[in-house]
């Protein structure tokens, strides 16, 4: 299956300021973009203090990060959620020299590779997740995530 011929069914939860925010269609390009199947996904928006409270109370971490993923189900498709804190995603894009748009689309991406069993724990993984995001941003029209401004 392509990701051009995946169902999907994407709900977008917008629980933080909207400001500057993408809206429901471009995330749903990026989603279906990096799918590799079926899939029944949860893309949430929230503000620090909930992006913090999920990175500590299921990953032990007691900080806001950029981007959460939850696996819901083992089924013939992809079920889960991924959570996008925007506070983090601006000041991420700013630090490293990149547009708000081409920073949300590679983390929506990198959630829906995670889905999808994807991960970076060993250099191998990271590799091979690094190239697949690579591979889906740029064909998106984005310039390479793990370009920074300054390191070229």
């Not at 011929?5 to 925010?21: E, G, H, M």
């Not at 189900?73 to 889960?80: Q, R, S």
Request: hydrophobic share 35%; proline share 5%.
């Amino acid at each position: 299956m392509t990701a051009n011929s995946a169902k999907l069914s994407l709900a977008v939860q917008y629980a933080a300021p909207p400001d500057a925010l993408p809206t429901r269609s471009q995330f749903r390009r990026w989603v279906k973009a990096a799918l590799e199947g079926d899939a029944e996904l949860t893309l949430r928006l929230v503000d620090e203090e909930e992006g913090r409270a999920l990175n500590r109370d299921y990953r032990g971490k007691d900080y806001t990060t950029n981007v959460l993923t939850f696996v819901y189900d083992d089924l013939p498709y992809v079920a889960g959620d991924i959570v996008i804190c925007p506070v983090v995603v601006a000041r991420e894009a700013a630090e490293q020299g990149k547009t708000l748009e081409a920073h949300y689309a590679h983390l929506t991406v990198h959630g829906v590779l995670h889905l999808q069993g994807y991960d970076h724990e060993s250099d191998d993984e990271a590799e091979e997740m690094e190239a697949r995001e690579t591979q889906i941003v740029t064909k998106l029209g984005y310039p390479d995530p793990y370009r920074v401004m300054g390191n070229e």
